[in-house]
Structure formats: C-alpha cells, structure tokens
C-alpha cells in the first residue's frame, strides 16, 4: 500500500512562487484567489488522498512555508 501524507501550508509566509504546485507530481497543491494580509494568494493543500507524504514541496519552498505529515 501506498504510503499517505498530508501537508499543512502557512497562508501567511507563502509568497505564491508556485514551486511547491510544479515539484508535487501528485497535484496536491493549487493557486488560490484569496490573498494574505502581505498580499500574495497562498496556495491551497486539494487533498485527494493522493498526497504521499514525499515532502518535495517542502524542501522545495524557500519560505518554509510547507510542514509534511505521515500516517
Ligand atoms: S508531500 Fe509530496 S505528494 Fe504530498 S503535497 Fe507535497 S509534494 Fe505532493
Ligand atoms: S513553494 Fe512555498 S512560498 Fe512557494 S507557493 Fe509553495 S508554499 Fe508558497
């Protein structure tokens, strides 16, 4: 069986580079149209249970932003 993983995103520290929607080969991650109060819109965790748990979005993020969970 698969491994399963979830992901937490900080909406406040994310700057909307998008790296972290690119890196996730199991499109987890995706744009959002709310901003944040430092005016960027914070990607969004699309949980379709697909997410492993990898944590290449959060090595990618180069505002830490991204905290990875294991079941
Ligand atoms: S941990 Fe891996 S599978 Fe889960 S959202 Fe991040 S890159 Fe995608
Ligand atoms: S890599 Fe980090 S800062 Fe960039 S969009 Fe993803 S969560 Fe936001």
């Given at each position: 069986m698969a491994a399963r993983g979830s992901i937490k995103i900080n909406r406040?520290?994310?700057?909307?580079?998008?790296?972290?929607?690119?890196?996730?080969k199991q499109e987890q991650i995706?744009?959002?149209k709310e901003?944040?109060?430092?005016?960027?819109?914070?990607?969004?965790?699309?949980?379709?249970?697909?997410?492993t748990g990898c944590a290449l979005c959060a090595i990618m993020c180069p505002e830490i932003a991204i905290?990875?969970?294991r079941e």
């Amino acid at each position: 069986m698969a491994a399963r993983g979830s992901i937490k995103i900080n909406r406040d520290i994310c700057k909307e580079c998008h790296l972290c929607i690119h890196i996730c080969k199991q499109e987890q991650i995706s744009p959002s149209k709310e901003y944040n109060a430092k005016g960027y819109r914070p990607v969004i965790f699309c949980d379709t249970g697909k997410c492993t748990g990898c944590a290449l979005c959060a090595i990618m993020c180069p505002e830490i932003a991204i905290e990875v969970y294991r079941e």
